[in-house]
């Protein structure tokens, strides 16, 4: 017992830096978005990426995945592009307290994505924890309509709402890759991936960045990378179902980086919303749902 106790401490740790590291990715990113626009935030940050990647791949001779994998990557890639778009155009309205804690909700959302894509069964006690999770919910959108209205906000809470959808389907798609590729070349096509999406756009959107910030592009894509590269490496040694709650400390960096960046506030309703969706998801996590995702996947 104290063996696999000392087994897992690492991952944990692990897992808890991934989460920090992202948190401060989030207040890079965010002040990136404000700064040169959305788009050009993530094109230049996936270009940035991408090519850290690519240098690491090289410098540890890793050799091209095979095509499972390579789809994996591609799927994964394009969901991560698509969640990220989303997630970051709300920050832009919304604190980032406020938006992580809505985003808490992808737990939940998981549970019927694996029911409608596993074919499982959702119990009572399921069905209880999703509407604890929505009242929380409702309870941080309540102090954007009590006194604080602002439809632009309001906006950006539902784009925080459809990013946990496929943020729920991230954690599906996260432990399989992880247990399928190194961290290095899970960062590297994650980039490359969404690289390729976002360039599209390129000949419409794309403007080369100021000076001043280049710097920022290149701290939020070393960000991003470390922070993937190292929750690749933990949920490669520990099950998700572990792991998946040490995602709730992301609410504590968000209200500190939020605060120590933006000088944005930490109200009341969003403490209790968040506590209320973290209580629904750990009750969740109790129902013994994520051994039977982490089966179908593994």
Known sequence: MKSASRSFAIPFAVCCVGVALFSVMDAAMKGLSLAIGLYNALFWRALAGSILGIVLMRATHRPWPCGTVLRLHLLRGSVVALMAGLFFWALMRLPMAEAIALSF????????????????RIGRQAIGASVLGLIGVGIILSGRLRGNYDVDALLGAGAVLLSAILFAWNLVLQRQQAQLASPVEVACFQHLVMLTIYAIAAPFYAVLPAAHAI?????????????????AWAYARAEAQRLIPIEYSAFVWAALMGWLAFGERLTLATMAGAALIVAACLIAARLGRAPHIEAAIA
């Open 215 to 231: 710097p920022l592009i290149i701290t939020a894509a070393v960000l991003a990378f470390t922070s993937l590269a190292t929750l």
């Open 105 to 120: 909700i992808a737990p939940l959302v998981a549970l019927y994505l694996a029911a409608l894509l596993l074919k499982e």
